[in-house]
């Protein structure tokens, strides 16, 4: 089974300061990773997919990618009390299962 | 927008029972997939489907089975319910193919909050 960890947390920050969201896979091949922001009694919803190394921002989002050390981050900027979720890593292997970590909870304290 | 529509949010069933869970994606993916998520052991794959009337197992299929027989409808059918089949159900798809690319990513349905008694 291919393995997708993440810090559990639950991790809070001050309003407006940065958030920072690890995780990490075990499936060399993998091609596609992506971020899924989870809100309470939600279903899971893309904000953020990366397939190079470096990085890629979207607004206050910016994923990092470094496959040689198996390693994606979500960075999210000025946090505000609207991105307090749970945020999933998920990783798309060589075919087309989708793997997911167990997610990390962020809550922004106003 | 893919919309990926669940027929029912929440369900109380008795164990025992034969319970039905549909999904509906209206963007004509290929893929279609259902997953549990439980506390503390995020989203567990339950079946996939690449095709109509094609499935494969994912990590824990027991106690599942699961029908394509239209590309648009993946259904999750639980054959006798069970207490520990009390879960949060959600069913996803993709649009397919091997390749990378920005259209190739996972979409999922509202859930399927599923209680047995």
């Known amino acids: 089974q291919k393995e997708v960890e993440q810090n559990s947390g639950p991790l809070s920050v001050p309003e407006g300061a940065i958030a920072s969201l690890n995780c990490t896979y075990s499936d060399r091949v993998s091609q596609s990773f992506f971020w899924y922001r989870q809100y309470s009694g939600k279903s899971p919803e893309l904000i953020m997919s990366?397939?190079?190394?470096g990085d890629k921002e979207d607004g206050r989002f910016t994923a990092q990618l470094n496959k040689a050390s198996q390693y994606v981050s979500l960075l999210i900027r000025d946090s505000q009390p609207s991105d307090s979720a749970t945020y999933l890593c998920?990783?798309?292997?060589?075919?087309?299962?989708?793997?997911f970590g167990t997610g990390t909870s962020l809550t922004v304290i106003p | 927008d893919v919309k990926v529509t669940q027929s029912s949010r929440y369900l109380v069933k008795r164990t025992g029972e034969k319970v039905f869970l549909e999904c509906v994606q209206d963007m004509d993916h290929e893929n279609m997939f259902w997953y549990r998520q439980d506390p503390g052991l995020g989203l567990r794959l339950i079946y996939f489907s690449y095709d109509v009337k094609m499935k494969e197992k994912g990590d824990i299929p027991e106690g599942y089975s699961v029908s394509r027989e239209k590309k648009e409808r993946f259904s999750l059918i639980l054959e006798s319910a069970s207490t520990n089949q009390t879960s949060m159900y959600l069913c996803a798809s993709s649009p397919g193919g091997a390749g990378m690319g920005g259209a190739n990513v996972l979409t999922f349905g509202a859930g399927s909050r599923l209680t047995v008694l």
């Open positions: 998920a990783v798309r292997g060589s075919g087309n299962q989708f793997y």
């Open positions: 990366i397939y190079s190394n």
